[in-house]
């Protein structure tokens, strides 16, 4: 079963690619924890990003690539910006950018929107390696069939 996104989260299956990929990282503490996140496919999908629409929920962001720049006007509430570079790793975080702003990261190479103070609560920080997963790949190693006699 693919989960679906909540309507108020403003991203979704229907423009952002699939509903079951995950971020995975070494939050606080150094325990595994993860985001769900949407890619932006497409020039027009990246370039529009989270313009008029409602901002992520809880445990959502939306996944920007290629991204070095990000500018915040048409979004309806502030965000916070990970930029991470070509190696899955955060560079930078800015946090709680307001509307009608712009926001550069010389060598970064992505960029992860999440609604503000989400990277805090989740325990994002700069350095932390970001991994993809899809769902049905953890289902896989958790239910995978016992061999053998």
């Known amino acids: 079963m693919l989960h679906r996104a909540r309507p108020e989260s403003g991203i979704g299956p229907h423009d952002r690619g699939p509903t079951d990929e995950w971020l995975e990282f070494a939050g606080r503490d150094g325990v595994c924890d993860r985001i769900r996140a949407w890619r932006a496919a497409g020039f027009v999908a990246r370039l529009r ?13 939306l996944w920007i690539e290629p991204c070095a720049a ?66 049905d790949d953890a289902l896989a190693i958790r239910y995978s069939p016992v061999r053998g006699g």
């Open 49 to 61: 990003g989270l313009v008029a629409r409602p901002l992520p929920g809880p445990g959502t962001a």
């Open 70 to 135: 990000v500018h915040t006007f048409g979004v309806r509430g502030a965000l916070d910006l990970v930029f991470v570079s070509t190696c899955m790793v955060v560079q930078r975080i800015d946090v709680a950018v307001p509307t009608r702003r712009v926001r550069i990261a010389v060598g970064a190479h992505a960029v992860l929107e999440l609604r503000a103070g989400e990277a805090a609560r989740v325990g994002l920080r700069v350095g932390a390696r970001l991994a993809w997963r899809r769902r």
